[in-house]
Nanobody, 124 residues
Framework: QVHVVESGGGLVQAGGSLRLSCLSS????????MGWFRQAPGKEREFVST????????YYADSLKGRFTISRDNAKNTVYLQMNSLKPEDTAVYYC?????????????????WGQGTQVTVSS
């Protein structure tokens, strides 16, 4: 059983930055694609970013390109989401997910393991 735990959320002013971390258990982390999704109140969970097993392929939601950066450290079983120039509309619960595939995917249905989420609140 694989577990993923997010951390790093919090309250930040518009224009500020946060770095989310996602620690995964299990010895096969380096074989998994990882993704970040978010869900704002009253809205569906939406794709944010994904990274392949080696970290050399990434993909972002169009609206987030240039502000968010995903990365991973397989030695630490951790994936990160650096979020810069945050806006109030970025306020959401951010979820980390792991998938038993090596490439990338923006489809939440393909991911097998989900964390409990971490709240990000951006004040104006």
């Amino acid at each position: 059983q694989v577990h993923v735990v997010e951390s790093g959320g919090g309250l930040v002013q518009a224009g500020g930055s946060l770095r989310l971390s996602c620690l995964s258990s299990g010895r096969t982390f380096s074989l998994y694609a990882m993704g970040w999704f978010r869900q704002a109140p009253g809205k569906e969970r939406e794709f944010v970013s994904t990274i392949n097993w080696s970290g050399d392929t990434t993909y972002y939601a169009d609206s987030l390109k240039g502000r968010f950066t995903i990365s991973r450290d397989n030695a630490k079983n951790t994936v990160y989401l650096q979020m810069n120039s945050l806006k109030p509309e970025d306020t959401a619960v951010y979820y980390c997910a792991g998938g038993r595939f090596s490439t990338i995917s923006s489809s939440r249905n393909q991911y097998d393991y989900w964390g409990q989420g971490t709240q990000v609140t951006v004040s104006s």
